[in-house]
């Protein structure tokens, strides 16, 4: 079916705002991640679901980010009081087992701008 | 704690010159998996090669091939005869075997540029 679909593509944000980031990943698969990609660097580790636990989240950078996956399903990023530091692209990917050897596919990312 | 190392930030060649990018990964487990993937303006990161700790035999696909060696940690990626199209970012990644309670996280370099020209 379709790949990894993650909206908005674009959101730009006053800082002090909260934002909700969505992904839908590649149905059937268990495992998601969220990345956090930072201008010219490589994408970091943020959290981890199998099916609707999370697993983990010693990525989040801090209190301020919640991450949920209620159905299993799809899987929303939460910033609150958005920072300036907090501009990245937002990348989400989905695996079938989320074992090491397994590829994740990722979405085409949101590119998260905090004014 | 795991670490990519991929210390070309950018590399320019004339189409249809070889190109090698390096990466060099640093883990304490013994079993582990290597990725590449291609990064192309659009954004979205494309799986291109996965390899896992106990098979060093290189590989060819295409124009693309990699070599690795556990020796010096070294899982290199080279482009032969390159084309415009592969201009983009890319990134070497290592996942080491999960434990319990923990994600098998990529953990990746911070990609070399290539830029391809005519």
């Known amino acids: 079916g379709a790949g990894v679909s993650q909206s908005p593509r674009y959101k730009v944000a006053k800082r002090g705002q909260d934002v909700a980031l969505r992904c839908d990943p590649i149905?059937?698969?268990?495992?998601l991640f969220w990345y956090q990609q930072a201008l010219g660097q490589g994408p970091e580790f943020l959290t981890y679901?199998?099916?609707?636990?999370?697993?983990?989240k010693s990525g989040l950078p801090s209190d301020r980010f919640f991450a949920e996956r209620p159905e299993g399903s799809v899987s929303t990023l939460k910033i609150q009081r958005t920072q300036q530091e907090d501009s990245a692209v937002y990348l989400c990917?989905?695996?079938?087992?989320?074992?090491?050897?397994?590829?994740?596919?990722f979405g085409p990312g949101t590119r998260l701008t905090v004014l | 704690a795991q670490k990519v190392t991929q210390a070309q930030t950018e590399i320019s060649v004339v189409e249809k010159e070889d190109v090698t990018l390096d990466c060099v990964y640093e883990?304490?487990?013994?079993?582990?998996?290597l990725f590449w993937y291609k990064q192309p303006p659009s954004g979205e990161l494309v799986f291109l090669i996965r390899?896992?700790?106990?098979?060093?035999q290189n590989e060819i696909s295409g124009r693309y091939s990699w070599n690795f060696q556990k020796s010096t940690s070294s899982f290199n990626f080279t482009i032969t005869a390159s084309q415009v199209v592969d201009s983009a970012v890319y990134f070497c990644?290592?996942?080491?075997?999960?434990?319990?309670?923990?994600?098998?996280?990529?953990?990746f370099g911070t990609g070399t540029r290539l830029q391809v020209t005519l």
């Open positions: 390899r896992n700790s106990f098979d060093e």
């Open positions: 990644a290592l996942s080491e075997a999960e434990g319990a309670g923990t994600a098998s996280k990529l953990t």
């Open positions: 679901f199998q099916n609707e636990a999370q697993l983990d």
């Open positions: 990917a989905s695996s079938w087992g989320g074992r090491a050897y397994d590829e994740q596919f």
């Open positions: 883990t304490r487990d013994t079993t582990y998996y």
């Open positions: 149905s059937g698969h268990v495992s």
